[in-house]
């Protein structure tokens, strides 16, 4: 019986385990972008927030996928099932030696019954104790190393296309003019759209030819009608004449003055010279006066000279410079230029006869 008991104790060393569990979990994930690997894109032409017409070449930038991380110990006190089981089969094993014992003869001093009676009293503690004590907790582990990765590849601005200068084409009329280092076209949208009443643009579909450093460049895009309307408020507020609108109290009388075209240079090629000269006779104030150029001849058409506020008696002399290519310059040499200016104000006062000009183009004509 002895050795019964001495094997049970053996077997049952411990009445827990202890499990050592490394959990490692993200704390942080972040995306790092690269601008310096930015690779650029097709060129293209954008309205930008100031309402200038700008050439750029989209960008787009390589990023990183970056996480960090922790690492913690869990640590768990658990029943050792082993101790467990061998604590059920001696109460089991102890109950029966009882049994016996006590249906023997002379079962009061019999060695089975002690013998039972002490495998009971040693495997219930085994049997029972494994279930007590048992815990979890956390204790903190060695710092991890973010771990990178290549991410996905996203939009990262844009920058100016390097050019010269740009021709483009917008429903038919030709616009010429210079292209900046910031990538601005010199000639503002609102050249062809009337600032004061933009919400009449439908959507323009350009197609533009690029003197870039890398050789002519033929870029095709579409510019938001909606975005030219918005636009046009920012044009106004840095105008070189007075925008102000002020309700008509007496009607004015506006008097145009003789039109005058030339041809001239300048530093990035030729150019027509318009000349309006206009007076306001009164007796009321004129608001938002503007004329826009009606002509067969493509590079000229469509574009707008804007004078802005007359008060009674004022006169104005308005000049409009529109940048043309030499094909058109000498086309024009060998023509007869034919161009009409309808006059536009806030209040519908202005002229219903157009101002006319008609003859030979004059080559830096008097202002």
């Given at each position: 019986?002895?050795?019964?008991?001495?094997?049970?104790?053996?077997?049952?060393?411990?009445?827990?385990?202890?499990?050592?569990?490394?959990?490692?979990?993200?704390?942080?994930?972040?995306?790092?972008?690269?601008?310096?690997?930015?690779?650029?894109?097709?060129?293209?032409?954008?309205?930008?927030?100031?309402?200038?017409?700008?050439?750029?070449?989209?960008?787009?930038?390589?990023?990183?996928?970056?996480?960090?991380?922790?690492?913690?110990?869990?640590?768990?006190?658990?029943?050792?099932?082993?101790?467990?089981?061998?604590?059920?089969?001696?109460?089991?094993?102890?109950?029966?030696?009882?049994?016996?014992?006590?249906?023997?003869?002379?079962?009061?001093?019999?060695?089975?019954?002690?013998?039972?009676?002490?495998?009971?009293?040693?495997?219930?503690?085994?049997?029972?104790?494994?279930?007590?004590?048992?815990?979890?907790?956390?204790?903190?582990?060695?710092?991890?190393?973010?771990?990178?990765?290549?991410?996905?590849?996203?939009?990262?601005?844009?920058?100016?296309?390097?050019?010269?200068?740009?021709?483009?084409?917008?429903?038919?009329?030709?616009?010429?003019?210079?292209?900046?280092?910031?990538?601005?076209?010199?000639?503002?949208?609102?050249?062809?759209?009337?600032?004061?009443?933009?919400?009449?643009?439908?959507?323009?579909?350009?197609?533009?030819?690029?003197?870039?450093?890398?050789g002519a460049r033929t870029i095709e895009t579409v510019?938001?009608?909606?975005?030219?309307?918005?636009?046009?408020?920012?044009?106004?507020?840095?105008?070189?004449?007075?925008?102000?609108?002020?309700?008509?109290?007496?009607?004015?009388?506006?008097?145009?003055?003789?039109?005058?075209?030339?041809?001239?240079?300048?530093?990035?090629?030729?150019?027509?010279?318009?000349?309006?000269?206009?007076?306001?006779?009164?007796?009321?104030?004129?608001?938002?006066?503007?004329?826009?150029?009606?002509?067969?001849?493509?590079?000229?058409?469509?574009?707008?000279?804007?004078?802005?506020?007359?008060?009674?008696?004022?006169?104005?002399?308005?000049?409009?410079?529109?940048?043309?290519?030499?094909?058109?310059?000498?086309?024009?040499?060998?023509?007869?230029?034919?161009?009409?200016?309808?006059?536009?104000?806030?209040?519908?006062?202005?002229?219903?006869?157009?101002?006319?000009?008609?003859?030979?183009?004059?080559?830096?004509?008097?202002?």
């Open positions: 019986m002895v050795r019964l008991t001495s094997l049970v104790l053996l077997a049952t060393t411990a009445c827990h385990i202890t499990v050592r569990t490394e959990v490692t979990h993200p704390t942080d994930e972040r995306s790092v972008l690269h601008p310096e690997g930015a690779i650029a894109h097709r060129p293209t032409l954008v309205l930008s927030e100031t309402g200038a017409l700008r050439f750029v070449e989209p960008l787009e930038c390589p990023t990183e996928r970056v996480v960090s991380s922790k690492t913690t110990y869990e640590i768990e006190t658990r029943p050792n099932l082993a101790t467990f089981v061998v604590g059920v089969i001696a109460t089991a094993v102890g109950g029966v030696m009882i049994i016996g014992g006590v249906g023997a003869k002379d079962s009061a001093a019999n060695p089975i019954t002690y013998g039972g009676i002490g495998l009971v009293a040693t495997g219930i503690p085994f049997a029972v104790g494994p279930w007590l004590g048992t815990s979890k907790h956390l204790e903190a582990g060695p710092v991890t190393p973010p771990q990178r990765a290549p991410g996905p590849s996203v939009p990262c601005g844009a920058r100016a296309l390097e050019a010269t200068t740009a021709t483009l084409t917008i429903r038919g009329v030709e616009v010429h003019g210079a292209v900046g280092p910031d990538g601005v076209f010199s000639i503002s949208p609102y050249q062809l759209v009337d600032a004061y009443a933009p919400t009449t643009v439908t959507a323009w579909d350009i197609r533009a030819i690029v003197q870039a450093r890398s510019i938001d009608g909606a975005a030219l309307a918005a636009r046009a408020k920012e044009f106004l507020a840095y105008a070189d004449f007075n925008t102000t609108v002020k309700p008509l109290r007496l009607v004015p009388n506006i008097v145009p003055g003789t039109l005058r075209a030339s041809l001239t240079s300048t530093s990035f090629g030729p150019a027509v010279r318009f000349v309006l000269p206009v007076k306001n006779d009164g007796p009321g104030e004129v608001w938002a006066l503007r004329g826009q150029i009606a002509s067969p001849t493509k590079a000229i058409d469509g574009r707008m000279i804007y004078i802005g506020h007359l008060a009674k008696g004022e006169a104005s002399s308005r000049e409009l410079l529109v940048p043309i290519t030499l094909a058109a310059a000498d086309a024009l040499r060998a023509t007869t230029l034919d161009i009409s200016i309808e006059l536009r104000d806030a209040h519908g006062t202005a002229p219903a006869t157009p101002v006319r000009y008609r003859g030979d183009v004059l080559v830096d004509a008097p202002r």
